[in-house]
């Protein structure tokens, strides 16, 4: 086609200056894309170089060792052993069913823990380790790191886990550690951030728990670079954490293992103090368990088995449960009597068998009646009467203040998990709590420890160290924190007279020495360390007047959990007093029968600090006593071999 | 003297043509290269595979091309200006084709050395008919409506094809390049004004609509178009990547923080850092100053396009330099908009610099085309 040089000429100018405008509008683009750029990369860099530095750099904590805990002698309770783990990195093993099939050729592998690592594998990065087992043994650790050619992607990982060498004999002492939970998170306003690191443990019960903030330490950090998957690429500095403090205890490891092999499995408890300073020798309740199988994760078959157990393996007897102090509360009757200036010991008062209060019958333990009773012979002999005739002259309020005086109904404070308050009752409590007007009955119940008044082992023994000293004893668990002695407390004098402690004391003596005292069974007659005393009955059930008419069930014919529980309260020695003593047997039937024999026995290992000499048992008891000794140290020697020997 | 006796007289011929070649454009596409290939080295951290090397063999052929391009006179190029048109449109419908029987949405051919993206042929082949067009048409019916018609045909045809890959950043192109040529062609202003007017009232219309009975987009889409206003807005969705983007670029501040120490790109918080996102990886690591002689480059590569078109009194060449320079404007102003945050991510590489084959060697074919008509004006 031709066309006339006219038009192309016409069109080329057409088209130059359409395109010179063109032009001009791209490169006005272009100049405003250049003053996007320095926009971006001039006026906002320092911002924007901020913001790459936090892409780039992550912080990472790292654990603290979490601090150790020591008996009073420095043996081990609470120890980190080194606890070896096989992780898998997906990018590095391949064939990941392949290595794990390997692998389970020399390691065992629980089926559900691998089916979780497998399910964690996929979700997660391809270059994070991932646990397949955990708490493996350094023989299959070696067997891994031998054949490890052909274990791609699979590496032995060392931690520290907490490890409980003493086993069942401080589970309710130290608790235990486990994994953080979101209520223990819940509990704190701004958590640790130690807490989120995946496999961190804090304390769930008793000193581990209590204790949390001295044995955690503080957390390192390091600074690393990570990509845009969160890959570490390098590590750019790092400042280690402080571990947490070693705490020691006042227990006697040797005294507490003792008390629970003598304990055995019943369920009990038994508190062991030294008057002087109030350092807690011994603290056991039994049964026990195992506090490392919590570490680990219990299974719910082991942990329904400890939950269902009527015995209550899990509960801290000494601290946590109140009972009724029974007959080992008549002596903070008689203190609070005498201290009133209401009765002299040499008084007399008449005992039938049973007084007639409010138009009720009160009876006496012993149907028959005691005669005359005086201070000693009543308290010797356990008479109830007496302390029902003392109880309507000094009244309930004079009685609950020389408890409160004594340590029952306070709360002591000394690490361990619930610690309970008891309870000492007065008129305001009933009217407050129960809605109701004090009756007269109600102070006769309470005057023998019967009633509303209710008292933890740990508060009878502290009872017991304060009669004996007439100071304010104070008991003390931890003994130091990262080797700093906690203070000691309550050394001052409680300020009753002298003269009236010195009365309860020798009718005390009277109960484990006098041929008619109810723990003259179980006296010691060794004259260096002869104790001084109180059993004690507590009841768990009413008697009816159809079945006191009938004659009171006999202990034995009862099922376990109906029965009384047998209480013992004592110190020694005698004329120079070391150690207080509380037994509380729960459903074990007679104070003297069944909680006596234990304060005897836990009397004297404590004092001799090993098995005592049979001399200081009566002559017809040695035989048995031996007996008892030998058998009590083979379960000790198995224990100690169970425990992986004494660090 | 006839026309065919004037230009065996003027244009030069043989061996001779390598001296009128239009140098400073040859080392203008050699830098710009030279800077991508350099990139590419230090995204892949420090070495020539997998990028730097396979693009520094395709340059070497993209060269080579070029220059066979160069070589042969314009008019033989304006004869096969349909024919590049129609087999450019003919390998779409394969890609649609192949693509429907079995791997699903597919842009390319594979022809074993290397994949051929239709779309990327179809821009130059698209100016070249344009070019042809225009220069067919006699001057007074540019105007015509029904003229105008049979461009916007041509145009949008190849672009429904493009839509439906789908690849909207390359469809874009497609409409702006044509658009533009149309522009360059003369057609009248009125045109433009009118579809730009409803292009204005018809976004203001939509944004009106939002929240009302007649709604014109659905929720989602009024959030995508919320992100790319606001990428904060949504800073580890949608957002997170143009945020990334753009913290790479900032933190080069004026010099940058060196080769191959950039650490949004190096650490992977940058997105595609070798193909879209790659102007990034250059402003993080050599700062303001080296974005800055990238841009200087390209607007280079446009004033010698645009003085060549002015040059030349052969109306196919003109359109033809103007036009491919348009669309060489286009690619890296789209893909810098997109990467500093001015334009919505759309998938536009930024030319010569991103890793791919098909841009980089129809690129060099549009110059060799530019050099042809360079060398082969009228004297």
Same mark, same amino acid.
């Given at each position: ?647 | ?102 791997? *699903? ?26 070019? *042809? ?128 120490? *950039? ?117």
């Amino acid at each position: 086609m031709r066309r006339a040089p006219k038009d192309t000429a016409e069109s080329i100018r057409k088209i130059s200056r359409r395109g010179v405008i063109l032009g001009g509008v791209q490169l006005a683009f272009a100049g405003a894309l250049g003053l996007r750029m320095q926009h971006l990369q001039v006026d906002q860099a320092d911002e924007f170089r901020l913001l790459a530095e936090e892409n780039r750099i992550n912080i990472r904590l790292i654990p603290p060792t979490r601090g150790q805990i020591f008996d009073r002698n420095g043996a081990i309770l609470a120890a980190n052993e080194p606890s070896y783990r096989i992780t898998i990195v997906r990018e590095d093993a391949g064939n990941v069913d392949d290595v794990i099939l390997r692998l389970s050729s020399l390691v065992e592998l629980d089926e559900d823990e691998l089916n979780r690592a497998l399910a964690e594998m996929e979700r997660s990065a391809p270059f994070l380790p991932v646990t397949v087992a955990e708490r493996v043994t350094w023989e299959d650790i070696s067997r891994v790191a031998v054949n490890a050619p052909a274990l791609p992607g699979v590496t032995p990982e060392v931690g520290l886990s907490r490890f409980y060498p003493r086993r069942g004999d401080f589970a309710h002492v130290v608790g235990y550690v486990g994994p953080v939970s979101e209520r223990d998170l819940a509990r704190y306003e701004t958590p640790d951030p130690v807490l989120r690191i995946p496999r961190f443990q804090i304390g769930k019960v008793g000193i581990e728990a209590r204790h949390e903030e001295d044995l955690r330490g503080r957390a390192g950090a390091k600074r690393v670079e990570v990509n845009a998957v969160g890959r570490v690429m390098r590590e750019l500095d790092r400042r280690e954490g402080t571990p947490g403090a070693d705490l020691q205890l006042t227990v006697d490891s040797k005294l507490q293992s003792y008390i629970q092999a003598r304990l055995g499995e019943e369920s009990a408890s038994v508190v062991v103090m030294d008057v002087q300073n109030g350092d807690l020798l011994g603290i056991a309740s039994s049964p026990s368990y195992d506090p490392n199988k919590f570490v680990r994760g219990i299974s719910v078959a082991d942990f329904g088995e400890l939950r269902d157990n009527d015995h209550r393996p899990l509960a801290s007897k000494t601290v946590q449960d109140a009972y009724p102090p029974g007959s080992t509360f008549k002596m903070v009757t008689a203190l609070a009597a005498m201290d009133a200036g209401l009765v002299a010991p040499d008084e007399t008062v008449w005992c039938p068998g049973h007084m007639e209060v409010g138009g009720r019958r009160f009876h006496c333990w012993k149907r028959a009646g005691h005669g005359h009773m005086n201070l000693e012979l009543s308290l010797r002999e356990s008479c109830d009467v007496y302390y029902y005739d003392l109880a309507l002259k000094v009244g309930i309020d004079r009685i609950a203040a020389t408890a409160k005086r004594l340590g029952l109904g306070q709360v002591f404070p000394i690490g361990m998990s619930a610690v309970t308050q008891g309870l000492i009752p007065n008129k305001e409590w009933k009217r407050a709590e129960r809605d109701a007007d004090w009756r007269i009955g109600d102070t006769v119940n309470a005057s023998i420890g019967q009633g509303y008044v209710l008292s933890s082992p740990l508060q009878l023994a502290v009872m017991t160290a304060r009669l004996a000293t007439g100071t304010a004893v104070e008991p003390r668990l931890v003994r130091s924190v990262d080797g700093v002695e906690k203070a000691l407390r309550g050394g001052e004098s409680l300020g009753f007279n002298e003269n009236h402690l010195r009365q309860i004391r020798r009718a005390m003596y009277a109960v484990s020495n006098n041929r008619r005292g109810t723990a003259y069974g179980s006296r010691i007659i060794d004259d260096a360390v002869r104790m001084a005393g109180k059993t004690g009955t507590s009841q768990v059930r009413n008697i009816t007047a159809a079945e006191r008419a009938r004659g009171v069930t006999r202990n034995e014919d009862l099922p376990w959990n109906r029965r009384d529980h047998a209480l013992f309260v004592n110190y020694a020695p005698f004329d120079n007093p070391r150690i207080a003593v509380s037994v509380v047997v729960e459903h074990g039937g007679g104070g003297s029968r069944a909680a006596a024999p234990i304060g005897r026995d836990v009397t004297l290992q404590a004092l001799f600090g090993d098995d005592p000499p049979l001399e200081a048992y009566p002559a017809k008891d040695r035989d048995r006593i031996r007996e008892q000794q030998e058998r009590l140290q083979q379960v000790l020697r198995a224990n100690d071999t169970d425990g992986r020997g004494r660090a | 003297m006839s026309y065919l006796e004037y230009t065996v007289k003027t244009v030069p011929a043989g061996w001779r043509k390598m001296l009128f070649i239009n140098w400073p454009l040859v080392v203008l596409l050699t830098a710009i290269t030279g800077v991508g290939i350099l990139m590419l080295y230090s995204v892949a951290g420090g070495s020539m595979t997998p990028w730097a090397e396979p693009q520094l063999k395709r340059f070497a052929l993209g060269l080579a091309l070029m220059f066979i391009v160069a070589m042969v006179p314009i008019w033989f190029w304006r004869n096969m200006s349909v024919m590049a048109y129609l087999v450019a449109l003919a390998l779409l419908i394969a890609v649609e084709f192949f693509g429907s029987v079995g791997m *699903g949405a597919q842009r390319w051919i594979d022809l074993g050395f290397m994949r051929l993206q239709p779309s990327e042929l179809m821009k130059i082949a698209m100016v070249m008919v344009l070019a *042809g067009y225009y220069d067919w048409l006699p001057m007074k019916r540019v105007s015509h409506p029904f003229w105008v018609l049979v461009p916007v045909f041509i145009i949008l045809l190849p672009t429904f094809l493009v839509l439906t890959q789908p690849d909207l950043g390359t469809a874009i192109l497609l409409v702006a390049g044509g658009g533009l040529m149309m522009f360059l062609a003369g057609v009248h202003w009125a045109y433009f004004a009118t579809l730009l007017a409803a292009g204005i009232g018809g976004i203001y219309t939509v944004f009106l609509s939002r929240g009302t009975d007649w709604q014109l987009l659905k929720d989602y889409q009024f959030r995508r178009i919320d992100t790319f206003l606001d990428p904060s807005s949504d800073p580890l969705g949608a957002g997170y990547h143009i945020t990334q983007a753009k913290i790479a670029m900032g933190s080069g501040g004026w010099t940058g923080r060196g080769f191959m120490q *950039g650490t949004q790109s190096r650490l992977n918080f940058l997105p595609e850092k070798h193909t879209d996102f790659i102007f990034n990886t250059l402003a993080e690591e050599f700062g303001f100053i080296g974005g800055m002689s990238l841009l200087i480059l390209y607007v280079l590569i446009l004033i010698f396009c645009i003085v060549s078109a002015l040059q030349n009194r052969d109306r196919y060449s003109s359109l033809l330099i103007l036009g491919i320079g348009v669309t060489f404007f286009l690619f890296f102003a789209v893909n810098m908009s997109m990467v500093m945050g001015l334009a919505p991510v759309v998938g536009v590489p930024l030319p010569l610099v991103s890793y791919g084959g098909s841009a980089m060697l129809v690129l060099m074919i549009a110059f060799g085309l530019v050099q042809s008509a360079h060398i082969h004006r009228p004297r």
